[in-house]
């Protein structure tokens, strides 16, 4: 079944080679402290005789590489070959031979091994008369080498790869576990054994009195291991935890795949989360240990990787028509030969990687089968497991099958809350060329309504605008899709795209359910510019009679929390009285995920206005209620508002930094990006040493100074910048006004002019308390140049724009004006 053992090539086309380079663990020593502590105390006290135990690619090579680097002294190594039958003594001779120039007097008995090695007969003392008896021979030769090593030591003796060692080497280590060498620290490395698949080194030494050998068995590296190892690799500061995950699922941790993976990640650049290749070196080494398989066993093995990293015996032998003695014996077989690990509750692949290259190494056409045939087993599985069942179809061609089972995949994950899940496998659906046009629309609907929660908008937007360019797709179809396409675009920061596209899907929405949803998200002012609040005001008019009319719960409450919402922005102080009543009720209560996303939302309007105390406690209930649903798409919300919380009570230390790893973080939630690029930017003005205005000159003066006043400037226009092109009303709104700010000591007619750019899109939207900071700039840039009431009509606007409004922030910087602009 798997073609090539011996053919196969690489993906240039080049033949894989005969034999593949030694596994050796990473380049990068990391996750071995307490190993290398161990052995470090273990050979300063010989004589010991230490079993260094792994699995291929464990790391054990890199081990003692470190040990020898730091340890003093003389050195003796050897290696093992992999060869059918290596030379006596063959490891050991060698590691004599490479240090007889320091050869002292020798006792006689050393002799014995002047016939092994001619090259040292100038050193060693005559050979002696042979003996009959084989058996004495042995030991005199065991007494020889044991008598070199004497005379080499102090010295630490390092044989590697003992488990293709000859039985004589075995035999002479017996020995010396239970002769020590005064002065020898013996380190031996070696594969740990497997049941079935003993080596002449562990049956040697398991005849070994317990005390004679200390045993280091190596495991792999954990998640923050390979995270060190990926960061060094990638050189990247602070790897995200998929790829930790990704790394260690693909790997297992063992250090010379881990090494392999990241290596090629390097020299190919790219997304490493979407580089699923086989590294060459570790193919060669897999088809190496495919080599011995026999075509009964391949077969196996090859049905083995079509069913997955544990391979179901049972299922394994309805597939093949085999019975499970044939199973069971290829697939020991298999775990003899390295390719799959015995991981207590059963054999399987050791990292996905050996897995895909045994897929691979299938035809195309066998796999095609296999799958099916795994498909039709499954099939008759109760509970069906549909997830099983869509990716066999998938990988079968089967496109129909694979659809139904996806769908139902994608509903049992919905009703379990795993949006990402439900997102993920609507997303396959959506390449299935054949789909009729109805079923297309249907799965389009859910997946937008799944992607919205389930952070995979980037992918699912360009499906439904490609639905929503056919002019034939249906009326109550477009209004489904426009609506979720919209509040799709909206997370992922497109404010005036998102808002549109739900502004067209309105008309189109036929149930008043989910035309109160729409409106309610029009309902709000702070997201999108050209849109005044009069607009918002009859947009939530229009989402409370459809609330009505549809009788459903949930659409009256996002209604009233949007109400809330908005009557926040306006300054209306009905609006606490409203937070109060829904934060008491049952309706809230009983959503989390809604009344979390609500008191993140209430905590920002309350930030805007002013009260401080308030957003405070909101955010507390919000973050308590993320933490209790892992509601994973508001994380980044909470951060955001925490820090902006921060920046708005003058709690600067750290804060750029901060803001800096959640600007870095944001493409888990992009909605959030703007804000905290905003907040990252004033808090850099204000840290400049230019916002309190007292020493502006002065600080600006200095080179140390200026940079930090660039280096803000900066970053406060590249986000007016991209605020205008989203449409992003609040952060272009603070943006401008922090940039008029910034300006306003050393370029005052620059400070006007980014403030009249701020207070006239505030004129656009019609909530004149946000313009408050815009025309304190004006009033102090009026003042400073002695002509105060240049700024009157802005004051004088201020002014009646929060006459009777809960704008506490606003008030403030009124008072101010008015001290520099009297009425």
């Given at each position: ?6 053919d ?9 080679p ?7 663990g990473?380049v ?5 402290a307490?190993e290398?502590a ?20 464990i ?23 992999d ?15 490479g240090s ?7 006792s ?31 030991h005199r ?6 008598a ?10 390092l ?26 620290a ?32 190596l ?42 993976v ?8 790219g997304?490493p989360l ?7 070196v570790l193919r ?6 495919l ?8 077969e196996v093995?090859g ?18 028509g ?13 775990h ?12 399987r ?9 045994v897929?691979d ?31 066999h ?13 996806a769908?139902?995949?994608a ?17 396959q ?8 046009r ?11 309504r ?31 899709l426009?609506?979720?396409l ?42 999108v510019?050209?849109?005044?609040v ?9 989402a ?25 922005e306006?300054?209306?102080?009905a609006?606490w009285?409203?937070?109060?009543e829904?934060?008491?009720s049952?309706?809230l ?43 994973e ?21 750290g ?9 870095a973080?944001?493409?888990?939630m992009p ?7 905003v ?5 850099l ?6 916002a ?6 002065e600080?600006a ?13 900066r ?11 989203v449409g ?8 401008l006004?922090a ?5 306003v000591a050393g370029?005052?007619?620059?400070a006007v002019?980014?403030?009249?750019d701020a207070?006239?899109l ?22 400073a140049?002695?002509?105060?009431g240049r ?6 606007e ?9 704008a ?7 008072r ?8």
């Amino acid at each position: 079944m798997i073609d090539g053992g011996e053919d196969t090539t690489r993906g240039g086309g080049s033949p894989a080679p005969v034999r593949p380079e030694r596994l050796r663990g990473p380049v990068e020593f990391v996750g071995r402290a307490a190993e290398l502590a161990r052995l470090r105390r273990l050979v300063a006290n010989p004589p010991c005789l230490i079993l260094l135990e792994g699995e291929p690619g464990i790391g054990k090579s890199r081990l003692v590489a470190e040990l020898l680097a730091e340890l003093p002294g003389r050195h003796l190594i050897g290696e093992c070959d992999d060869v059918p039958e290596p030379f006596p003594l063959g490891v050991l001779l060698d590691a004599i031979r490479g240090s007889a120039d320091r050869l002292g007097p020798l006792s006689p008995v050393a002799g014995a091994l002047a016939p092994l090695l001619p090259e040292l007969a100038d050193v060693l003392p005559d050979a002696p008369p042979p003996l009959v008896d084989p058996a004495a021979e042995r030991h005199r030769l065991l007494r020889a080498v044991a008598a070199v090593l004497a005379a080499l030591s102090p010295a630490t003796l390092l044989l590697e790869d003992l488990h293709w060692a000859d039985p004589a080497t075995c035999e002479l280590l017996a020995y010396l576990s239970t002769h020590p060498v005064e002065g020898l620290a013996v380190v031996l490395t070696a594969r740990t054994a497997t049941p079935g698949s003993s080596t002449p080194i562990h049956d040697a030494l398991a005849r070994t009195p317990p005390w004679s050998v200390t045993r280091v068995a190596l495991s792999p590296l954990d998640a923050d291991d390979v995270r060190r190892l990926a960061a060094r690799t990638l050189r990247l500061d602070d790897p995200p935890q998929q790829l930790t995950a990704t790394l260690l699922d693909r790997t297992a941790g063992i250090p010379f795949v881990v090494e392999e993976v990241l290596r090629t990640l390097a020299e190919r650049g790219g997304d490493p989360l979407a580089d699923d290749s086989v590294p060459f070196v570790l193919r060669d080494v897999l088809l190496w240990r495919l080599r011995p398989l026999d075509e009964a066993t391949r077969e196996v093995l090859g049905a083995a990787a079509v069913l997955g990293m544990t391979p179901d015996q049972r299922i394994l032998a309805s597939v093949l028509g085999l019975d499970r003695v044939a199973i069971v014996a290829a697939l020991t077989a298999a775990h003899r030969a390295g390719l799959l690990h015995d991981a207590g509750d059963g054999l399987r692949f050791r990292h996905d990687l050996a897995r895909q290259v045994v897929y691979d190494l299938v035809p195309r056409e066998s796999r095609e089968w296999l799958h099916l045939r795994v498909a039709r087993v499954l099939e008759q599985e109760l509970p069906r497991p549909v997830a099983q069942l869509a990716h066999h179809y998938r990988r079968a061609g089967s496109g129909a099958d694979f659809v139904r089972n996806a769908e139902a995949a994608a509903d049992l994950a919905t009703e379990r809350g795993d949006d990402a899940t439900a997102a993920s496998f609507l997303l396959q659906t959506m390449d299935i060329a054949e789909l009729p046009r109805p079923v297309r629309v249907r799965l389009a609907a859910k997946l937008g309504r799944s992607a919205i929660d389930g952070l995979s908008q980037a992918e699912a937007i360009p499906v439904l605008e490609r639905l929503l360019a056919d002019r034939r797709l249906p009326p109550g179809a477009r209004g489904e899709l426009g609506l979720v396409l919209g509040r799709m675009l909206r997370q992922q920061g497109e404010a005036l795209r998102g808002y549109t596209e739900i502004e067209r899907a309105v008309p189109y929405l036929r149930a008043p359910r989910r035309k109160a949803q729409a409106l309610a998200v029009l309902a709000a002012p702070d997201t999108v510019v050209g849109r005044h609040v009069d607009d918002h005001l009859a947009r939530c008019a229009q989402a409370e009679i459809a609330a009505a009319a549809s009788g459903d719960p949930a659409a009256h409450l996002a209604v009233r929390i949007a109400r809330a919402s908005l009557l926040l922005e306006l300054g209306d102080p009905a609006a606490w009285a409203i937070i109060s009543e829904l934060r008491a009720s049952a309706e809230l209560a009983d959503r989390p995920r809604e009344h979390a996303r609500a008191c993140l939302n209430w905590a920002q309007g309350a930030l805007h206005a002013g009260h401080p105390e308030q957003a405070d406690a909101l955010l507390a209930a919000g973050r308590a209620l993320v933490d209790e649903t892992g509601y994973e798409r508001l994380a980044s919300l909470v951060e955001a508002t925490e820090l902006s919380l921060d920046r708005a009570a003058g709690r600067l230390d750290g804060l750029a930094e901060r803001l800096s790893r959640l600007v870095a973080s944001a493409e888990r939630m992009p909605v959030t990006l703007l804000d905290a690029r905003v907040e990252l930017a004033t808090v850099l003005a204000r840290t400049a040493g230019t916002a309190g205005g007292d020493n502006a000159e002065e600080c600006a003066g200095s080179a140390e100074g200026r940079g930090d006043v660039e280096a803000a400037e900066r970053a406060l226009r590249e986000v007016v910048a991209d605020a205008r092109r989203v449409g992003a009303i609040w952060p272009l709104v603070q943006a401008l006004s922090a940039l008029a700010r910034l300006t306003v000591a050393g370029r005052p007619d620059e400070a006007v002019r980014h403030a009249a750019d701020a207070l006239s899109l505030v004129r656009g939207k019609g909530i004149v308390a946000w313009a408050a900071e815009a025309v304190l700039v004006l009033a102090e840039a009026a003042a400073a140049a002695g002509d105060p009431g240049r700024a009157a009509g802005a004051v004088a606007e201020l002014e009646a724009g929060i006459a009777g409004r809960d704008a506490p922030l606003a008030l403030a910087a009124l008072r101010r004006c008015r001290e520099l602009v009297p009425a």
